[in-house]
């Protein structure tokens, strides 16, 4: 179950990167997510007041966009990877004494870029988006959403 819709998305959060077409798959991935990073506070116990539960649902968008970014740089990624798996990117440098190449990292150097080659820094920068909208926002019990203790 996705929290927001693509009538929330494009209407509410003012997002512009999803489509109708589109918008379906990456807000139920972004769902989700909120779902584990929250140990499914988000699930059992929605919060009940609509200034947070907005809070929630613009988290949700906000990581679908994300998402689809970094699927679509890993996608390109992809599309630059030779027949031996070796990635093609664009030459820094040669030098002619002693034949030396050296290749750019990460080109383009943008945080998706660095997330559609590493799970650890994809989950980092997702996580870093969740805790802009979720910080502070209780459960309808009034568990913080991202606390991570002992209840």
């Known amino acids: 179950m996705a929290y927001a819709d693509f009538n929330f998305y494009a209407n509410t959060f003012y997002g512009d990167t999803l489509t109708g077409d589109n918008a379906d798959k990456w ?3 972004a769902s989700d997510f909120v779902d584990a990073i929250t140990f499914r506070r988000t699930e059992n116990a929605f919060p009940e007041d609509e200034a947070d539960a907005i809070k929630v649902r613009k988290a ?8 689809y970014l970094i699927d679509t740089q890993a996608k390109a990624t992809q ?3 030779d027949a031996q798996g070796v990635l093609r990117t664009a030459v820094a440098s040669i030098s002619s004494g ?7 990292q990460n080109a383009n150097g943008s945080a998706y870029a660095k997330a559609a080659t590493d799970q650890a820094e994809a989950r980092r920068l997702l996580s870093d988006i969740a805790a802009l909208y979720l910080a502070d926002v209780p459960d309808s019990t009034g568990v913080n959403l991202l606390y991570a203790g002992v209840e």
Do not use: F, W
């Not at 949700?60 to 998402?67: G, T």
């Open 98 to 104: 002693r034949e030396s190449i050296s290749y750019m």
């Open 60 to 67: 949700v968008c906000a990581i679908a966009e994300a998402q």
């Open 27 to 29: 807000l139920a991935r």
């Open 79 to 81: 599309a630059n990877v």
